[in-house]
């Protein structure tokens, strides 16, 4: 056993006091802003208002992400330097608080540019963005690793975040049409819809600051700083266990980033009323407020592996019915919309909680460097993210959909709009499926569990 190991038990045992658990999770409110609201309107915005073929809006989309690949292990390798040498990682978070300001750029397009300029401006200040999430994600993510903190009380913390995550993707997903001008939205409704949303992003991520380091002082922390660099990051990239989740996690990260940027194509094309997006959004993320304690008390039961294997596959057969189209008639495929809703809720609780079981078994053999770790982790959600709206621009590619700008309604042919349909449905199946046969190589829950 290392140093970090040589503890009373009592100190992976500590139960975290509910105010700081709620300052924490308060973070979760502004990041989900940017997790939601440009993989929600952005390829929409580009295709549909900024005149933009969606082969490049998706492509504007996909590039910024290869750059995260290689920046968020950075940024995770410096939150671990800024651990060592300071006792917290504050520096790095303060820097992310700057995210806002890439948001309202990002919407804030010049009047005259449409087409490539236009997707060039928003390539732009989506890796700015990118990096400021980063610098903001990777280290509020490592907290729960750095707490002395036992397995089921890992999933509790991360349980916390989630449903305030849960209400920051609902009211910025539900508000952010809105503010846009629905279906009569313009370049001035989502500059406005950029600037209202950046404000509330900041407020909430500088109380998620000072909720960290109340959480911090409510429970032992870590201090072993282990090595760092390249070598902390071939570990990571060694560490069997945390390969499986990784894969797992981007086949489902892409998913449901593809599911969100369909939203606007398969309310306005499919269902013939745009004005019904919100209402998919609402049944996609309000079952996670009323459904996370569920899996809370499902993970405790049975584990977490267990847990997020029948979210998969929830999730996979919701999309199959959506991929049936407006002849299974608006109700049920709202309640499809709703099932994918509660397999969502497990999704982002359940590996985000495995993530620090994973960590903690490899500092007790002797490897360290929760901040590379979690950097590797932002890395792959921020390529789903990308791959997920790239992956449905490509299948409207395919099909011949034909861009606009706005106020503009061409007639899209057939192949368009069963690219529409498909792939909004049968394609995140596909995906989930892969997703959850990579999550079935994953062995370290049972012992994670045992040992909590």
Same mark, same amino acid.
Not at 192 to 212: D, F, Q, S
Not at 270 to 294: D, H, M, N, S
């Given at each position: 056993?290392?140093?970090?190991?040589?503890? *009373?038990?009592?100190?992976?045992?500590?139960?975290? *006091? /509910?105010?700081?658990?709620? &300052?924490?999770?308060?973070?979760?409110?502004?990041?989900? #802003?940017? #997790?939601?609201?440009?993989?929600?309107?952005?390829?929409?915005?580009?295709?549909?208002?900024?005149?933009? &073929?969606?082969?490049?809006?998706?492509?504007?989309?996909?590039?910024?992400?290869?750059?995260?690949?290689?920046?968020?292990?950075?940024?995770?390798?410096?939150?671990?330097?800024?651990?060592?040498?300071?006792?917290?990682?504050?520096?790095?978070?303060?820097?992310?608080?700057?995210?806002?300001?890439?948001?309202?750029?990002?919407?804030? #397009?010049?009047? =005259?540019?449409?087409?490539?300029?236009?997707?060039?401006?928003?390539? +732009?200040?989506?890796?700015?963005?990118?990096?400021?999430?980063?610098?903001?994600?990777?280290?509020?993510?490592?907290?729960?690793?750095?707490?002395?903190?036992?397995?089921? %009380? /890992?999933?509790?913390?991360?349980?916390?975040?989630?449903?305030?995550?849960?209400?920051?993707?609902?009211?910025?997903?539900?508000?952010?049409?809105?503010?846009?001008?629905?279906?009569?939205?313009?370049?001035?409704?989502?500059? /406005?819809? &950029? +600037?209202?949303?950046?404000?509330?992003?900041?407020?909430?991520?500088?109380?998620?600051?000072?909720?960290?380091? /109340?959480?911090?002082?409510?429970?032992?922390?870590?201090?072993?700083?282990?090595?760092?660099?390249?070598?902390?990051?071939?570990?990571?990239?060694?560490?069997?266990?945390?390969?499986?989740? $990784?894969?797992?996690?981007?086949?489902?990260?892409?998913?449901?980033?593809? +599911?969100?940027?369909?939203? *606007?194509?398969?309310?306005?094309?499919?269902?013939?009323?745009?004005?019904?997006?919100?209402?998919? $959004?609402?049944?996609?993320?309000?079952?996670?407020?009323?459904?996370?304690?569920?899996?809370?008390? +499902?993970?405790?039961?049975?584990?977490?592996?267990?847990?997020?294997?029948?979210?998969?596959?929830?999730?996979?057969? =919701?999309?199959? $019915?959506?991929?049936?189209?407006?002849?299974?008639?608006? *109700? #049920?495929?709202?309640?499809?919309?709703?099932?994918?809703?509660?397999?969502?809720? =497990?999704?982002?609780?359940?590996?985000?909680?495995?993530?620090?079981?994973?960590?903690?078994?490899?500092?007790?053999? &002797?490897?360290?460097?929760?901040?590379?770790?979690?950097?590797?982790?932002?890395?792959?959600?921020?390529?789903?993210?990308?791959?997920?709206?790239?992956?449905?621009?490509?299948?409207?590619?395919?099909?011949?959909?034909?861009?606009?700008?706005?106020? %503009?309604?061409?007639?899209?042919?057939?192949?368009?709009?069963?690219?529409?349909?498909?792939?909004?449905?049968?394609?995140?199946?596909?995906?989930?499926?892969?997703?959850?046969?990579?999550?079935?190589?994953?062995?370290?829950?049972?012992?994670?569990?045992?040992?909590?």
């Amino acid at each position: 056993m290392t140093g970090l190991d040589r503890r *009373p038990a009592a100190a992976t045992d500590a139960t975290l *006091p /509910r105010g700081p658990l709620a &300052g924490f999770a308060a973070g979760s409110l502004g990041m989900g #802003v940017w #997790v939601t609201v440009p993989g929600l309107l952005l390829l929409y915005f580009l295709t549909d208002v900024l005149a933009v &073929g969606p082969w490049l809006a998706g492509l504007a989309l996909l590039l910024p992400k290869i750059a995260d690949v290689l920046l968020h292990p950075w940024v995770g390798h410096r939150a671990d330097v800024e651990q060592t040498r300071r006792g917290d990682r504050r520096r790095l978070l303060l820097l992310g608080c700057a995210l806002p300001v890439a948001f309202a750029a990002l919407f804030a #397009v010049p009047g =005259g540019l449409t087409g490539a300029p236009a997707a060039a401006w928003v390539a +732009v200040f989506f890796i700015a963005g990118n990096l400021l999430f980063a610098a903001y994600q990777v280290p509020y993510l490592s907290t729960p690793a750095d707490l002395r903190i036992g397995y089921h %009380e /890992r999933t509790r913390l991360m349980a916390f975040r989630m449903v305030v995550l849960t209400l920051g993707i609902l009211v910025s997903g539900l508000l952010a049409p809105l503010l846009t001008g629905g279906d009569a939205a313009t370049r001035d409704g989502y500059q /406005r819809m &950029g +600037v209202v949303l950046a404000v509330g992003m900041l407020a909430a991520m500088l109380v998620g600051v000072a909720g960290i380091a /109340r959480l911090r002082g409510s429970a032992p922390v870590s201090t072993a700083s282990g090595h760092g660099g390249w070598r902390a990051l071939r570990t990571a990239l060694r560490d069997r266990q945390f390969r499986w989740l $990784v894969a797992a996690y981007l086949a489902m990260s892409t998913t449901t980033h593809l +599911v969100l940027a369909g939203v *606007p194509y398969y309310a306005e094309y499919e269902l013939r009323a745009p004005g019904l997006t919100t209402v998919l $959004v609402a049944a996609f993320v309000a079952p996670a407020l009323l459904v996370t304690p569920a899996w809370l008390v +499902v993970a405790r039961h049975v584990g977490k592996q267990r847990a997020l294997l029948g979210a998969q596959g929830a999730f996979a057969i =919701g999309s199959l $019915v959506l991929a049936v189209g407006r002849p299974a008639g608006l *109700p #049920v495929l709202v309640a499809a919309v709703a099932v994918l809703g509660v397999a969502f809720a =497990g999704m982002q609780l359940l590996p985000f909680s495995m993530l620090p079981d994973v960590i903690r078994a490899a500092s007790n053999a &002797g490897s360290t460097g929760a901040g590379t770790y979690t950097g590797v982790w932002t890395a792959t959600e921020a390529t789903g993210a990308a791959l997920g709206p790239y992956a449905y621009a490509l299948c409207l590619t395919v099909g011949g959909f034909v861009a606009s700008t706005a106020g %503009e309604s061409p007639v899209q042919p057939d192949a368009a709009l069963a690219a529409v349909r498909y792939g909004f449905g049968l394609l995140p199946a596909v995906a989930m499926l892969a997703a959850l046969l990579l999550q079935r190589r994953y062995t370290l829950d049972a012992t994670a569990r045992a040992a909590s």
